[in-house]
């Protein structure tokens, strides 16, 4: 009975531990991110593909070893010999047959094997920067998540905060409507505030849980489990305020797209040395080794077999000439190709900064604005319970100051984003 307490409560202090939330911060979701992430693992067996592709590509050009064993019956076949025509003929006859053979051949010089192990090692180096673009754009999603979820969840304790202020202030209004202090009227305008907020409050609730869903989605994890930030936005934009880390000179050479496109141009250039090759010849040597198990009664075969196969290509009707048009102007394509994409991450480039630097300068403007519609809530909160002012100017200011942090939060995320976009550009994520 005791034992059976015991494994109760260890069952119990595991279940609660598994309910415990997940603690991420922007750093640990990001390398969480590259570990589990569904896209990212499918990449590495890309690699590990590739890999054994070079293996394949090697191993043709090793030595080649067959073996088999037949066994034939001819079913009493006959065969006649006229050596003389006035003699009778001689009876030949097939005796059934069984033989074992084993041949080995090597490949002595293929101008396109040598190419064929170059292309695939840098299809391998192809492979692994593709790993780094789809690396580099599961931690551009993770911080985008993880900025989303961190920017609602702002807005929403913005909102429940003015939510529970609006509903004090409405009881208390209401309270003196209802000894006839003031009128009905101002009672009801303040309510129609409390249901705005509080529609606003759910809406926002809904949106932080479809950005939690989302980073779990990121993050390769299970749609129950629970997930807590420990970063806050202020955090990360006032990071961004002292590393300013967009001043950086942008370099092309850095950004994987380019990467990628340069690589494909060496394919081009081996793709070329390729359809060269197919204009030299081909040398082969081989051996063969055949065992008679069951000998014919006529048999003049020999039992080793050494020798050489040379294939000259002459002429194939313009086919290989084709082939090598074909692979110089898929050289000039990437080429300018290369260069086109050259002009468009320049561009882009330009464009991200002057975005960044208006939005900087929104939210510092911004920043301010908060604090002055802040103040102008309160003086008007006061203002209220003093008589002064109507519950129509109290509204007005509660919009004002909501929108001010709503306008904030989204200015804090677009500068975020575009941050991020400019060290994804020069592939710093």
Known sequence: MRIFFISVLFLSVLSMQAQEPMKLSLDSAVNY??????????????????????????????????????????????????LNPEAPPVIIEFNPTSNFKASASQLLFNGNYIVGIQLSKLVKTITEQSYQKDELEIKYQTMQAYYMVLATERILIKLEENLKNAQLIFENTSNLARVGVIEQTEAKRLSIMVTSVSNGVKSTERQVELGYNLLRFQLGLESNQQIKLSTTLDDIANEIQINNMVV?????????????????????????????????????????????????????????????????????????????????IDFDINENTKDLLTDQ????????????????????SQKENVVISKEVLDQMNLKFQQGIVSSLDLTTSNNDYLTAETDLTGTILKLLNAELELRKLNNKL
């Open 33 to 82: 991110a590259v570990e589990h992430n569904k896209t990212l693992i499918n990449s590495k067996f890309a690699i590990d593909k590739s890999s054994q592709k070079i293996k394949e590509a090697i191993s043709q050009g090793l030595p080649q070893i067959d073996a088999s064993l037949d066994y034939t019956n001819f079913l009493g076949a006959e065969a006649e010999l006229h």
């Open 345 to 364: 991450l320049t561009l882009q480039e330009k464009q991200l900064s002057y975005n960044y630097k208006n939005l900087n300068e929104q939210y510092l």
């Open 248 to 328: 950086d000179t942008f370099n092309i050479e850095n950004n994987v797209d380019y990467k990628l496109v340069s690589l494909q141009g060496e394919i081009a250039k081996k793709s070329i040395d390729m359809a060269k090759a197919n204009y030299l010849p081909l040398l082969v040597a081989f051996y063969s080794y055949t065992e008679k198990i069951k000998k014919p009664k006529f048999d003049m075969s020999p039992k080793h077999i050494l020798g050489l196969t040379l294939s000259v290509p002459i002429f194939a009707g313009g086919q290989r000439k084709s082939y090598l048009t074909q692979a110089k």
